[in-house]
């Protein structure tokens, strides 16, 4: 059942925040477009600028790293790329040899290794290639240069063993994963960063891992940021914690059960966690950030930020921020909350503006999950205008805010260096192992190491540290965004794309857009292309629809359940009802259900096989818009439902959601299939005559009711027997 706890009073930030939560994309554009919109002389000189900046960048080719030449060569428009990636993601989770060698031998069997051949690639990609091609080992002493390799080429005659291609596998993740991962552990890290801040960089270190899973875990993670922080200001010697390396950490690693269904017991542990943490970073004079995470925990993790900046300990440090995801369209309301929030407590924070990096996870999430419409915008221009808007608004706000730019996009950066002007008192930001040579070419323009421009804008590189086994998640979404064909980091190192296919003006390409959304991308109700319409379900994370579903769930709860037999459209009370319990609470009674007779069930019987022709000779097309109705009717009474299901079954909230749901989706797809199954189907038989298929009613049919799936099943049992023309005795 919903807690009891009540919410915090809404204010109208925060109002304004939940309204574009799921807004209309449309809708949600028009403000950004007008407060990104820059005169056309800006407009521009930052085209100017940004192809500039993938010319200089295009340069520093020479200086690309053999991983990044790999990725670049299978990118994951390509079939081998896909291989790659699910070799990738799969071998780190493969706890066996024999397992492994299954798999690799399934995926390197079906793509064309052999196109990536060429006397163009670097000896590295073409070595990788082999090994690939033939599963010979990558870096054998035999390989040693071009010559060997193709030597080797003509020797070769069959494929070797998935056995040995699997260590090589292995062994380029582990290359890979150094690209991507500044160091097994902070003090490993710090050291390989010392060249790197010589020239001009900053850091900000983030412990690998994904969410815990269990508390042992999150002690784990609590234990490793600890240790980080110390380590980390060990290291600090500047009086401003902007000018030190700082961290950023998840709150979802800090609490296994970090989600909005649990915030009464989030909010009594996670905000004392986040607090000692910052206390801790605050001592060792550095920078604290709460790494944005899911859309579903943006709402938790502000009530949680603002519990913590508006600690009386904190005050006069401006060094504990906040990560905005800029493909949310709440983004650009949350800076005005943020900022209100400082200027209450006369202080300073850190906001890092980011574009996000979990959009398949979000679209796929809603589509599941049945809600009205998407958390995030369906293209990307749309998320480069929301940045661009949400930017320009950080500019306005910099006594109280101190931004920070994620961002890998040559266009990006010019509209940023732009809309700044003279003013430097923010910084860019970049992923460890992406994009470096763009930033290369920045820091040594407009941040040189021996400039007597001080105020210049800093450039802090975000460096996970962590172990191998801890590589996956953050490896497989690094390998996602470096591999995607429209990514920028990918599009910036291919010299045969054209300049101008790479560096535009989003607002004026969203503009030109007849449809904003994305017309691939329909609307989470409609992903069946109209052959039937997915359930609609309850967005557990926004607080308006969980305030409705506890108002209804309360008022079901007053109701007296009973259930009796109905036979023929009559309710049979024999007073013969026996008290059904609450499986939470085993002396609660939920309500009282009446056992037929033998009597009774003869009735229904005879009554089901009178009632069989009629119901068999209607038109499909009727039968169909019965379930449709009753589809519509569980929808409407939902809340009803899954009240029923939380106290007489036992069952949590969301499995409550996903049952009823499950009920309307037999009624929407047998309807649906019906129309396909049920018309008759000629087919030759063996002497040439034509007979006819079709599936008729069979009589009278017995459906039971599953223990765990009260609802769900059982409707799909008697939908399914009714549409196709049977009674059916429930």
């Known amino acids: 059942m919903l807690t009891n706890e009540s919410f915090p009073p809404s204010n109208p930030l925060r109002d304004t925040i939940t309204n574009a939560y799921r807004m209309d994309e449309t809708e949600c554009l028009v403000p950004l477009i007008t407060t990104a919109a820059l005169p056309e002389s800006s407009r521009v000189h930052i085209e100017h600028v940004a192809k500039q900046l993938v010319l200089k960048t295009r340069e520093y080719k020479s200086k690309q790293g053999k991983i990044d030449s790999l990725l670049h060569q299978y990118n994951l428009s390509t079939d081998e790329g896909i291989a790659l990636m699910c070799l990738a993601e799969a071998l780190l989770r493969i706890p066996d040899k024999t397992t492994m060698d299954k798999f690799i031998s399934d995926k390197i069997s079906t793509v064309e290794w052999k196109n990536h051949i060429s006397s163009d690639n670097s000896f590295f990609i073409n070595a990788t290639t082999w090994s690939l091609l033939l599963t010979g080992k990558v870096f054998s002493p035999a390989l040693n240069n071009q010559k060997n390799l193709m030597s080797s080429l003509k020797r070769a005659s069959s494929r070797l063993g998935a056995s040995v291609i699997r260590p090589v596998i292995l062994q380029m993740m582990k290359a890979i994963g150094k690209q991507f991962v500044m160091g097994e552990t902070m003090q490993s890290a710090l050291s390989r960063a010392e060249p790197l801040e010589k020239m001009g960089y900053y850091f900000s270190y983030d412990m690998l891992g994904e969410a815990a899973r269990t508390e042992e875990d999150a002690k784990k993670y609590y234990g490793s940021y600890v240790n980080a922080i110390n380590v980390i200001g060990a290291s600090a010697k500047a009086k401003n914690p902007i000018k030190n390396p700082g961290i950023s950490i998840k709150l979802s690693a800090l609490y296994p059960r970090y989600e909005y269904t649990e915030r009464e017991q989030v909010m009594k542990t996670l905000p004392a966690l986040l607090l000692s943490l910052a206390q801790l970073a605050k001592k060792n004079n550095i920078t604290l950030a709460v790494d944005a995470e899911e859309a579903d925990r943006l709402d938790l993790s502000m009530d949680i930020f603002e519990q913590v900046y508006s600690d009386d300990s904190l005050r006069g440090w401006g060094g504990l921020g906040f990560v905005l995801q800029a493909y949310q369209k709440r983004a650009f309301y949350v800076i005005d909350w943020l900022a209100d929030l400082a200027k209450q407590y006369d202080d300073r924070m850190t906001v890092r503006l980011v574009k996000g990096a979990y959009w398949d996870a979000e679209i796929k999430t809603s589509q599941v999950n049945g809600f009205p419409n998407y958390p995030v915008f369906t293209r990307k221009d749309s998320t480069d205008v929301s940045y661009l808007a949400c930017a320009k608004k950080l500019l306005t706000l910099t006594d109280v805010i101190y931004p920070q730019f994620g961002t890998h996009n040559a266009y990006s950066v010019a509209a940023i260096l732009e809309m700044a002007g003279h003013h430097t008192n923010f910084e860019f930001q970049c992923l460890h192992g992406m994009g470096r040579p763009l930033y290369d070419h920045l820091i040594e323009t407009i941040v040189p190491r021996n400039s007597k421009n001080k105020s210049a804008p800093h450039v802090r590189i975000y460096a996970p540290v962590g172990t191998h086994k801890d590589l996956l998640g953050y490896l497989v979404r690094r390998l996602l965004e470096n591999g995607a064909n429209t990514s920028f980091v990918n599009q910036l190192s291919d010299e045969t794309i054209p300049l101008d296919k790479i560096v535009h003006d989003p607002i004026e390409r969203i503009k030109s857009k007849p449809s904003k959304p994305h017309p691939k991308i329909p609307l989470p109700k409609n992903i069946y292309d109209g052959k039937w319409e997915n359930s609609t379900g309850i967005d557990l994370s926004d607080r308006r629809y969980v305030m409705l579903l ?108 996903a049952e009823v749901r499950e009920a309307i989706d037999y009624c929407r797809y047998y309807s649906y299939r019906a129309h396909i199954d049920l018309k008759p189907i000629e087919l030759p038989g063996p002497t040439g005559e034509m007979n006819i298929l079709s599936l008729h009613p069979r009589g009278v049919v017995a459906c039971i009711s599953p223990w765990n799936f009260p609802l769900a099943i059982f409707t799909g049992q008697i939908v399914a027997s009714l549409l196709t023309g049977n009674a059916v005795i429930a």
């Open 550 to 657: 506890k108002k209804h769930m309360q008022a079901a709860l007053k109701d007296k359940w009973s259930a009796s037999s109905i036979i023929n459209g009559k309710i049979i009370n024999n007073k013969n009802a026996d008290p059904i319990f609450a499986p939470s609470n085993l002396n609660e009674i939920v309500g009282y259900a009446e056992n037929a007779t033998d009597k009774e069930v003869e009735e229904a019987l005879q009554v089901a096989v009178l009632a069989q022709p009629a119901w068999g000779n209607r038109q499909v097309e009727e039968r169909c818009a019965i379930l449709l109705r009753a589809a519509q009717l569980f929808q409407q009474n939902m809340p009803y439902l899954i009240t029923m299901l939380s106290r007489e079954a036992g069952r949590c909230i969301l499995d409550c959601i």
